[in-house]
Every structure is written in C-alpha cells, then in structure tokens.
C-alpha cells in the first residue's frame, strides 16, 4: 500500500489554522485510505516554541485516534535553518511512496488526497502534483506559475504599479491567466509550497529543498529542478483553502528576504525582466 511522508514547518503558527489544517489532512487520508505520517517542526531557534506544540499536539487526542490513516509527530529542529531546512530535517529519510509538503494555513478538502493519489497515477510521468488553491472566499489564487520575471514580481508586491499595462501583461504571462483554472494541465513552471505532492523517488534525487535559501523562492527552485525529471502536473480536482498572505504585507523583514531569494533564484536560474 501506499503511504505518504507529510511535513509542515510551524513557525509560531496560529493553533486554530494549524489545527483546521491537521484535521483535514487526517479526513482526507481516511477519505483516500492511505496512511500518512505527518511530522510537524518546530523550526525556532533553541525550539521556544515546542512546550506549545506539545501541548497543542496533546488537545488533538481527543480525535486523533478517530483518524487512523494520520500520525503525527513533533520534531524539533533546535536551529531555524529556514523553511527549506525545516522540511528536510523531517523528509530526508523517508521510505513512503510520496512527501507531501504542506503550508500550516493550507485546509484540504476531503477528497483532495485520493484525487491527487489518482491524478498521479494517471500521470506516472509527472514529477509533482500542485492543486486548486482557493482564498477564504472561494476566488482562485493562481499558485501556480510560469517563470517568474522581475515585472510580474514587482506587480504582485506594489499593487500601484498594477496601472501600467506592461506590468498586467507581465502578471498575466505569470499567473497563467489564459488558462482554465478549472482544467488540467502541465504548464507550470513554478508551484507553490503551500501543497507539493511529490512521489519520494524525485524528491530523493532532486535532494530536498535548497537550504541556501532561507525563506521564499526555494519551492521555485525545487520546482524547475523537478521539471528535469517530468513535468509539473496541476490538478484542478485536488483543492484546498490557503488562508496564507504575501510577502508585501508582512513587514520589512519578510520584504528583505522576499527579495534577497529572488536575487539568488535569477542568479541560479536566469533573470527575466517581462
């Protein structure tokens, strides 16, 4: 039988959306009757945040044992090497058939399992699944994304610039917009790290996240270093709510680090500038 490697890297994360996340992945292993093991990382430094965790991890016992297709382990990373880091330091040795990479705020749908496990299947060339991720409203988030340029970037984080019709044309070429988001296709380039289904085989080979990137952009590079080994393939009946927000709104530490990965990401990768 199958089973699933699934990791999410909490830093100081909201108990209520980590927990609602927690819940639908039990429901949607038990809708797809395959078991999954969930590592959940403390990625602070000294691990501050772990005495909560454990406690948190403890309320969830009153239903965790009705979810049997779901463990759930805490590991602290006692060192908050990035976000990368973090999820390396609970997949580097798995043995399941696939790792699920996993946001805190990223609640799935009950099916969204067996229809990812499914869309694979059908799909055995495909490197990673990226599904349908929807806001709190319901509205498309477009996540995934053809290559990045330095204008659709800069679209994204200054919605002035938004005005300018060199900037939309550029956001469009970005977000995909000409396709149907309600169709299947292999046309990403860059998915999102809020869900990357990924058969352990590629993430093996492709070694994990790049830990030289601390925060931002290093889903996208993992994401083109996949694409070497078989397209990206979107999935639009595999769908969950992403409740997370930009970087732009976040303050100037995540504004610095959104910007210094992207210099890394075009340094390895190629800068584009529409």
Known sequence: MSSIAACIVSYYSDDHLL??????????????????????????DDAVDS???????????????????????LLATRNNGGYGAGNNAALGTVKDAYVLVLNPDAVLEEAA???????LASHP??????????????HDLMLGHAYPSVLAL?????????????????MARYELR???????????????GCFMLIPAAHWREANGFDTGYFLYFE??????????????????????????????????????LFISSAARFFRQHGLRWS
């Open 113 to 119: 399992l067996s229809q990812a496990l499914q869309q």
């Open 219 to 256: 889903d996208y590079d993992l994401s083109i270093r996949l694409r070497r080994r078989g397209p990206v393939l979107y999935a639009p009946q595999v769908r969950l709510r992403h409740m997370g927000g930009d970087a732009s709104g976040k303050g100037w530490r995540h504004t610095w």
């Open 19 to 44: 927990t609602e996340t927690v819940r639908s992945l039990g429901k949607a292993a038990h809708h797809a009757d395959v078991p999954t093991h969930l590592t959940l990382v403390d990625n602070t």
């Open 178 to 192: 000409a396709l149907d988001p309600a169709q299947a296709h292999e046309q990403i380039v860059c998915a999102s």
């Open 125 to 138: 060339a495909c490197s990673m699944l990226a599904p349908r991720a929807l806001d709190a409203q319901g």
């Open 154 to 170: 800069a679209g994204r984080a200054v919605p002035a610039l938004r005005r300018w019709p060199v900037v939309t044309r550029a």
């Open 51 to 73: 005495p909560r965790l454990q406690k948190l991890l403890a309320s969830w016992q009153s239903w965790l044992p009705d979810t049997p297709h779901l463990q759930v382990t």
